[in-house]
């Protein structure tokens, strides 16, 4: 959400138009906005692909490590899949940790998103196999490991909360940043997984003083001094 948007949001709540708890509902929806209209898009390519209409082309939009033709897969590997459980697999964390993402951290979110979109795919395409990388999972890992370690770094109740509900849900799947994946099943690109990672963290640590932040502790004055004149030397 826009700053624009924000204010006027805040504008409208000030003169009493709109409640807190509608304020919340409509900040509810309008994060979700972002994860829908990227999971629409990857449908779409898949069933455009799925349906033959145009070949088997949309693969060669892949990330090719190492191939200058292979740097447009950057921008376009994410809505590539290959099987519909390869889509399945990753449609449900695409629509919830954009969601968190854009939710909890709406301020610096679409700076965000796009950097760990471009980065990821950078680093795959550095360090990746000679194959192409297809498949949203290196977007996936990028905003997982983000969310995770930027409640960690802040410190903040809420934001902790957020980093161990989406530890508990994908924490069983960092195992496929590692290279012996690909003894396990060599379609897997642990190469964008682990880029995906890497991005997140560096970008965790990056603005880890930018976005919702552990709010400061408030003394009461009046408390304080109340407490002073009760000390006896």
Request: with cysteine; glycine share 8%; net charge negative.
């Amino acid at each position: 959400m826009c700053s624009e948007e924000y204010a006027l949001i805040i504008r409208k709540m000030n003169e009493k138009e709109i409640s807190p708890f509608n304020f919340e509902k409509k900040r509810i929806w309008l994060a979700l906005l972002p994860a829908l209209v990227i999971v629409s898009f990857v449908w779409l390519v898949f069933l455009l692909n799925y349906s033959g209409l145009f070949g088997d082309r949309f693969s060669q939009w892949g990330i090719r490590p190492g191939d200058i033709n292979g740097l447009k897969g950057i921008i376009f590997s994410p809505f590539i899949h290959t099987t519909f459980s390869h889509l399945l697999s990753n449609t449900l964390p695409l629509i919830i940790l954009i969601w968190f993402l854009f939710y909890f951290y709406s301020n610096i979110a679409t700076f965000v998103f796009i950097t760990l979109w471009l980065l990821s795919g950078i680093i795959t395409w550095l360090i990746g196999r000679g194959a192409t990388h297809v498949g949203a999972s290196g977007l996936v890992f990028a905003i997982l490991f983000f969310l995770f370690f930027s409640g960690l770094f802040r410190k903040h109740i809420p934001l902790v909360a957020v980093s161990l509900i989406v530890a508990f849900i994908y924490g069983s799947t960092v195992w496929s940043i590692f290279p012996v994946t690909e003894l396990v099943d060599p379609s897997i690109s642990w190469e964008g997984h682990l880029s995906g990672a890497v991005s997140g963290l560096f970008l965790a640590i990056i603005f880890r003083k930018q976005g919702p932040q552990k709010p400061p502790i408030v003394w009461d004055e009046e408390e304080g001094e109340e407490e002073n004149d009760d000390l006896k030397i």
